[in-house]
């Protein structure tokens, strides 16, 4: 067994399945999208990252297959255990069981574009919806990077074949906010993009149908089809609901929300977002919430509550 079979055994251990290593060499900062700006550290922006303390980079996949695609309230990355959080952990556990030398580990948050990594490293492809593919595990899966002074065994230079995209469209035709197409992806148009946004105009409101996030491209995308079921620590919430994000007391919410990667974002635009699902899909159950919620008099809500209320 050669060393970076020996390596690979070290990270089956702790669950991972997919990773390539590559020299710091490998990476070329590519340019990033002036709409998205708000999305990225000053490294990503700058590209002035140092790597001279380092000589490999180790990237890995964590996969997060929910095995069942229902639709949720939320997509099924922001609702489970944060990945950032997952991704630490497996870095450290990796550290206790071999010797990575003088090491950092990154996740999306990092200072390097997570993907660029993982095409560079092999690790599969962009697909026609905007989502690195990986022929193994498909594209529910969360991009790391660990850099490590020791001098690792690159894995093989290779690139993963796209064979599906060209003749398929399904993801185009599933879009619920025509961010696809045969041509390119737009991620501002992107219902994950439009759940994340503090200001929305009417149309992008009107486009809303999910508390955060959006699964729906993936959940028809072929490559997703028959893949092994996520990892352990990605299969353990169910999905959240209009009683919860509406009638917990903060407290409450803070202490069963905290580690989700939805959490980050501000609870009034979970509930803003909540409301206008509500609108577009025509619910009008939950009108006793909304009552609640008006007689709070938030300012910022006080707008979609009135949608609601015309509405119904």
């Known amino acids: 067994m050669n060393e970076l079979e020996i390596f690979k055994e070290k990270l089956n251990q702790i669950g991972i399945e997919e990773f390539a290593v590559i020299g710091t060499n490998r990476y070329r900062h590519p340019k990033y999208l002036e ?25 890995v996949l964590m996969n997060y297959n929910p095995g ?33 030398g003088k090491f950092a580990g990154f996740t999306d948050t990092g200072p390097l574009f997570d993907r660029t990594l993982a095409l560079e490293a092999g690790l599969g492809f962009i697909g026609k919806n905007g989502c690195l593919i990986n022929p193994k595990l498909g594209s529910f899966v969360f991009i790391g990077y660990i850099f490590t002074d020791k001098i690792l065994p ?3 230079k290779k690139r993963v074949k796209n064979i599906l995209c060209d003749s398929c469209r399904l993801c185009v035709k599933a879009c619920p906010t025509k961010a696809l197409s045969n041509e390119r992806f737009e991620p501002t148009k992107c219902q994950s993009h ?46 959240i609901t209009y009683n919860e994000i509406f009638l917990l007391p903060n407290r409450e919410y803070k202490e069963k929300f905290y580690n989700r990667s939805f959490f980050w974002k501000s609870r009034k635009i979970i509930k803003r977002n909540a409301i206008l699902k509500a609108i577009n899909t025509d619910n009008f ?28």
């Open 154 to 156: 690159l894995s093989e």
């Open 285 to 312: 159950e939950i009108k006793d919430l909304i009552k609640i919620e008006k007689d709070k008099q938030n300012i910022y809500l006080a707008r979609y509550i009135d949608l609601f209320e015309q509405k119904f």
């Open 194 to 239: 439009l759940t994340q946004k503090n200001v929305l105009s009417e149309e992008e409101e009107s486009m809303i149908k999910s508390f955060y996030g959006c699964d729906i491209c993936q959940k028809v995308c072929p490559y997703n089809k028959d893949k092994k079921i996520g990892m352990k620590e990605f299969r353990k919430f169910e999905d």
């Open 68 to 100: 069942k695609f229902v639709l949720r309230n939320m997509s099924i990355g922001a609702n489970e255990i944060d990945y950032h959080r997952v991704f630490k952990t497996k870095v450290q556990e990796l550290s206790e069981i071999c010797d990575l």
């Open 35 to 59: 709409s998205m700006k708000a999305y990225y550290n000053e490294n990503q922006i700058s590209g002035d990252f140092n790597t001279e303390d380092f000589n490999s980079i180790i990237v």
